[in-house]
């Protein structure tokens, strides 16, 4: 039994299980030698789990179903800022460039899910409105408390189609900006004068090793 699920729960295996077959996800989360940003990490997933109203089901579930999908809600462990895919690389690009880096990221169905403080859905439309760049940021999605979202699976697919990480959570407590920081995101990326302007890529060819992200730079 994996050590995420410390005591029994309805689908959580029992102590006597011995199916040598059966994949432990979380070891293998734990004991990866290479850090990717893509990859979340073990603390990565206990924070995900932590959003859900039953953590260690949620657990057990993502160690039987490793490359699946989940939903989980908003307003506590964070809130999500849903932008197209475009903006979304013009917010990074500053986010990581010129600001403090970024909490974590996903992208789904040409959208760029940006992981923030809760509280972050309900400020930052009102923020929006005082400035004079409002008109030029799209509309955004603002996840919040009463909302969920498709997150990725723990570990990529060999093929992937659906959700993935850009930014995947990699500890317990991770950093995630207010509506202040993803305020200054969105004016700056509004004013950028082209997608060609971008100077950090956040889509890197599938053979790629390298880190797209120092993520030891977030605050």
Sequence with gaps: MTAWLRDESPLSPAHGDTDERRRDIFALLRDADEHHTAHVTAAGADWLASAAAYPRSMLALWEARPTAPAVLPCGTAFDVVNVPSIFGRRMLDRLWSQGPGSGPVAVHRGRTLLFAAPGTAHRLPSLLDWEEAHDAVPPLLCHGTGDAVTIPPLTPPATPTGPRWLVA???????????????????????????????????????????????????
């Excluded at 305020?183 to 004068?193: D, N």
């Design 169 to 219: 959570p990699d500890t317990r407590h991770p950093w995630l900006p207010g509506p202040e920081v993803m305020l200054w995101a969105c004016v700056r990326a509004a004013r950028s004068a082209s997608a060609a302007d971008v100077r950090i890529s956040i889509f890197p060819p599938p053979d790629q090793d390298a880190n797209v992200y120092d993520v030891s730079r977030r605050r």
